[in-house]
């Protein structure tokens, strides 16, 4: 079974590579877990909290669902490039600027959620079409050495991550 190494990630990744470890079930079967308990989790939000941030500053729920959005599609596409040998320097991004810069306001909560349940489908058929040797392959992303498998584990470790602050932040 597949477990990233600490050098095929940047130190920043560890919390979410823990909490992707966490259960020892393998991490296919998480990342296809996940794919129902984000409709799950996600639809016992009240519509009152879509649009509450828990401080002044911090996202709303439905911009954490875009980050969620945004991350897991920047995670894929840096693991098709790595997967397949592409070793192009990847650049960073700036989560809080692309948040910034998305008007919420044109998508509904609903869009929102099925964008990502959609996104995670289509990632699920790319990620299962990986071998073991795919998942070590490495490549540069932000300027640190990162596998293909650090960022599958980084996708899943990141939605766990983001809804244990939207349980213990936003909605108690």
């Not at 939000?45 to 401080?55: E, G, L, S, T, V």
């Not at 596409?77 to 700036?94: K, W």
Request: net charge negative; proline share 3%.
């Amino acid at each position: 079974m597949y477990q990233p190494f600490a050098n095929e990630y940047a130190p920043y990744y560890e919390e979410y590579i823990k909490l992707a470890s966490a259960g020892n079930q393998p991490i296919l079967r998480r990342l296809k877990n996940q794919l129902n308990s984000i409709d799950d989790f996600l639809a016992d939000i009240p519509q009152n909290k879509y649009d509450f941030a828990y401080a002044d500053g911090k996202w709303t729920v439905k911009e954490v669902l875009s980050h969620l959005i945004d991350t897991e599609r920047i995670m894929t596409y840096r693991a098709l490039r790595i997967a397949r040998n592409d070793q192009t320097e990847l650049p960073g991004y700036d989560q809080d600027a692309y948040v910034a810069s998305t008007d919420i306001s044109k998508y509904t909560f609903s869009d929102l959620v099925d964008e990502l349940v959609m996104l995670r489908q289509a990632n699920l058929f790319f990620f299962k079409s990986l071998s073991e040797s795919d998942l070590r392959k490495k490549g540069t992303a932000n300027g640190t050495t990162v596998s293909v498998g650090a960022l599958l584990f980084i996708i899943v470790g990141h939605i766990e991550h983001h809804f244990n602050v939207l349980r213990e932040r936003y909605l108690k």
